[in-house]
């Protein structure tokens, strides 16, 4: 950075992500909150990861899809990149997100399906973070690229449970609760909160939310080790389509679930339809068994899956046996070199990575051979560059499908089905 003189640019084009490429003169920045073809003044800041980003310090002229903000702190918050973007612009944008990075593989007989917007209030995954201002101690989020905390009264993409759950929070914060998640399923919701210290909590000073009416199960969180702060446990589980009913698939306060509810659904949904007729099913970061257990559950199949939290593995271990269905878990680095041969030959592998994706597991197709492959990227560069490695194993894409989960986040998921040649 050679000045913090504030400068005038363009807004050119939103990244996934939600940040936007502002021009100006002589350089190019990174600047959030920006909407494609408003010009503005931006204040360089810092270089981070090789790019110069900024804040916008004036509005000179709008672009023509720029909106006041429905939340009122969404400005400063870090939660919601896209606030300041029309409404009715988001689904488009994010499934041209989708098609640009899978350009290079999309075929003339690609079934391609763009988004469509997620309803408001649906987020069901939260963690809030504690700060502290002239009011007192307070659970909100993190400022954009900041530590900061910022203090809101309801956050418009949560549901209306988990607003239900923040309002209860006041008495909960003290100086030893460092945040707070909680995440809703069918009959329920988790509550954990994550200490600085390994004191058991004082219920007294919890009661007030204990006894709030909710279906609520409270727990502690030191050093990576949830316990429950209120005993007997309850069990909670999340409603997922299998056929012609639902199954209840038993979720833990560590167990990891799709932030909404509906766009879960419509995974499973658009899984079941992809796949046809299937006797053997391998999944591979398989979690608690969220994606295959339904379909194992609707079509009689065999499945066999691998996760590397080995938590996960006795929780989709148990579900199976709770559902009677054959399946067999195993735990296993599956960014490395692990035992193949429960894998071999399956007629469908489902592929849930991280946000890395799964190159090592991308190029064992030669071994693995399935018929066909549906995988889940919650990144869509990283989707496309292990698309792009089944394609030289000898995949060609069939179908894909963009899915907004993370309503006004500047995310975007993509469901693509691979088969051989």
Known sequence: MTTREPISGVAECILPGGETVVRTGHQTMLVPNAVT???LIVAPLQKRRGVLRGVIEQ??????????????????????????????AHAALKSEWVRDAFAALIRPDTLWTPASMPAPASRRRVRWVVGSDAQGLFAGFYAHASHRVIRHQRCMVLTPALSAV???????????????????????????????????PDLR??????DNGLPMQWWWRYEGITRPL??????????????SGDIMLTVGPDDF????????RQLIDLIRLWSGPVRRIADLFCGIGNLSLPLAAATGAELFGAELNPASVRAATANAKALGIRARFAQANLFEDFDLEAYIGADLMIIDPPRRGAKRICSSMTRL????????????AAGARDGAILQQQGYRLKALQALDLFTYAGHVESLTMWERR
Do not use: W
């Open 59 to 88: 509005v000179i002229e709008p672009g023509s899809a720029r909106v006041a903000p429905p939340c009122p702190v969404a400005d400063a918050c870090g939660g919601c990149a896209l606030q300041f973007l029309a409404a009715d």
């Open 369 to 380: 051979v399935p018929k066909k492959i549906i995988m889940v990227s919650c990144d869509p």
């Open 37 to 39: 073809g408003d010009r």
């Open 257 to 264: 679930v799709q932030g909404q509810q509906a766009g879960n």
């Open 205 to 210: 000073d919890y009661q007030e939310s204990l």
């Open 230 to 243: 209120t005993r007997p446990a309850k069990q909670f589980h999340d409603a997922l389509p299998a056929g």
């Open 166 to 200: 923040h309002a209860l929070l006041r008495p909960v914060l003290n100086d030893d609760v460092e945040a707070v998640q909680a995440v809703e399923l069918s009959d329920g919701i988790h509550v954990i909160l994550e200490l600085k210290s390994g004191n058991l």
